[in-house]
């Protein structure tokens, strides 16, 4: 009887705006992040598996935070994986999304039809056709990109190249102003990404605080020390001057910034702050309550190991002590100071709002 051979029903071929529309739930936009928090680039992404964005490297190597939007859902990212050689970089996002399918290995080529997707200028999602010029080629010889006849909007870096069935075929690279060509990894490289073991990031050797002179350098890890261990109260002038120190160290790239974040423990002021407005609203109040602020601040925190979920459960049980008015321990502190602090920090509330009130009596009657 010999093989039965089944023939395979051909699959038909979109037009741009049926890749568009096809593509349309699996491109979301990466913004990157300060230690302020305020997004100094924006660029796009693709979703490759259950919770797993393929984006550039370039573009999130210098963020200090990553965040994800699909549609009007923004989320905190981690860092999950670095291919650095070929540009690229899988995040993971707690949240669901719709993978996109991945095209074959072979790169397209020349003169095929191809289409670039992305969010421009992060406003909507929106696609442009190109065509081909070389299938594979690059700076050096191990560097493939497949080159294509179309410039690229600002915006649309990490976004996804797709062939006419709506298949990503490779992951756009940062274009400069002026290029009258666009770049795009080969998707067998998106497979290679997806198959490293989470924490595959760029390496270094040493500390980058070696860069600061020693005077400075002691005194940030002695103070970061400090407040993490609570023997120190929080001082917006202390926060300032950790922030000028760290932004004589741009730019951190890759592990340097990953490094840094957990050496200092950066961020647990920022967190320590907002913790404590909660809790002065849960004694005023008397009930617990967890602002989205804090909720984000954890989110980010557990992702990078600074925090532990049962840090967490014992933020949530102090929190819970302080509503009732109930005894509690604190690492580094007695409910005693800390009931103490609470009071100072109401009270200091209190006079800032009577104070306030007193001068907008005062230019009323003007």
């Given at each position: 009887m010999g093989p039965r051979t089944v023939a395979l029903e051909p699959r038909p071929a979109l037009d741009a705006e049926g890749v568009l529309e096809a593509a349309r739930p699996s491109i979301v936009i990466v913004e990157c992040l300060d230690r302020r928090g305020n997004v100094v680039a924006q660029g796009s992404g693709v979703i490759v598996a259950g919770k797993t964005v393929a984006t550039s490297w370039p573009l999130v190597s210098r963020a200090f935070a990553i965040r994800v939007r699909l549609r009007e859902d923004a989320r905190l990212a981690s860092l999950s994986a670095v291919l650095e050689s070929r540009g690229l970089a899988r995040l993971r996002v707690d949240g669901e999304g719709t993978p996109i399918g991945l095209g074959r290995d072979a790169p397209p080529g020349p003169g095929a039809t191809v289409h670039s997707v992305g969010f421009a200028q992060g406003v909507e999602t929106s696609g442009t056709e190109g065509i081909v010029t070389v299938g594979a080629e690059g700076a050096a010889a191990d560097i493939e990109r497949i080159v294509t006849a179309k410039p690229l909007p600002a915006?649309?870096?990490?976004?996804?190249?797709?062939?006419?069935?709506?298949?990503?075929?490779?992951?756009?690279?940062?274009?400069?102003?002026?290029?009258?060509?666009?770049?795009?990894?080969?998707?067998?490289?998106?497979?290679?990404?997806?198959?490293?073991?989470?924490?595959?990031?760029?390496?270094?050797?040493?500390?980058?605080?070696?860069?600061?002179?020693?005077?400075?350098?002691?005194?940030?890890?002695?103070?970061?020390?400090?407040?993490?261990?609570?023997?120190?109260?929080?001082?917006?002038?202390?926060?300032?001057?950790?922030?000028?120190?760290?932004?004589?160290?741009?730019?951190?790239?890759?592990?340097?910034?990953?490094?840094?974040?957990?050496?200092?423990?950066?961020?647990?002021?920022?967190?320590?702050?907002?913790?404590?407005?909660?809790?002065?609203?849960?004694?005023?109040?008397?009930?617990?309550?967890?602002?989205?602020?804090?909720?984000?601040?954890?989110?980010?925190?557990?992702?990078?190991?600074?925090?532990?979920?049962?840090?967490?459960?014992?933020?949530?049980?102090?929190?819970?002590?302080?509503?009732?008015?109930?005894?509690?321990?604190?690492?580094?502190?007695?409910?005693?100071?800390?009931?103490?602090?609470?009071?100072?920090?109401?009270?200091?509330?209190?006079?800032?709002?009577?104070?306030?009130?007193?001068?907008?009596?005062?230019?009323?009657?003007?």
């Amino acid at each position: 009887m010999g093989p039965r051979t089944v023939a395979l029903e051909p699959r038909p071929a979109l037009d741009a705006e049926g890749v568009l529309e096809a593509a349309r739930p699996s491109i979301v936009i990466v913004e990157c992040l300060d230690r302020r928090g305020n997004v100094v680039a924006q660029g796009s992404g693709v979703i490759v598996a259950g919770k797993t964005v393929a984006t550039s490297w370039p573009l999130v190597s210098r963020a200090f935070a990553i965040r994800v939007r699909l549609r009007e859902d923004a989320r905190l990212a981690s860092l999950s994986a670095v291919l650095e050689s070929r540009g690229l970089a899988r995040l993971r996002v707690d949240g669901e999304g719709t993978p996109i399918g991945l095209g074959r290995d072979a790169p397209p080529g020349p003169g095929a039809t191809v289409h670039s997707v992305g969010f421009a200028q992060g406003v909507e999602t929106s696609g442009t056709e190109g065509i081909v010029t070389v299938g594979a080629e690059g700076a050096a010889a191990d560097i493939e990109r497949i080159v294509t006849a179309k410039p690229l909007p600002a915006g649309y870096t990490g976004g996804g190249l797709l062939d006419g069935h709506g298949d990503l075929i490779g992951i756009l690279a940062s274009s400069r102003p002026g290029d009258t060509l666009s770049l795009a990894v080969p998707v067998r490289y998106v497979k290679d990404l997806l198959a490293l073991p989470d924490g595959t990031v760029p390496g270094v050797t040493t500390s980058p605080l070696m860069r600061l002179p020693a005077a400075d350098r002691q005194w940030l890890i002695g103070f970061m020390a400090s407040v993490a261990r609570g023997a120190r109260p929080l001082n917006g002038r202390g926060l300032d001057h950790v922030n000028a120190l760290l932004d004589r160290l741009d730019p951190l790239v890759g592990a340097e910034l990953e490094w840094v974040k957990r050496e200092l423990g950066y961020g647990l002021l920022d967190y320590q702050r907002v913790f404590w407005e909660d809790a002065i609203e849960a004694r005023t109040f008397g009930r617990t309550v967890r602002s989205a602020r804090r909720a984000e601040m954890e989110r980010r925190f557990l992702a990078l190991g600074i925090l532990t979920p049962g840090d967490v459960a014992d933020g949530a049980r102090i929190m819970r002590a302080v509503a009732a008015h109930e005894p509690f321990d604190m690492p580094g502190a007695r409910v005693d100071a800390t009931e103490r602090y609470l009071s100072q920090m109401v009270t200091q509330v209190d006079q800032t709002k009577r104070r306030v009130e007193t001068q907008l009596w005062e230019a009323r009657s003007r």
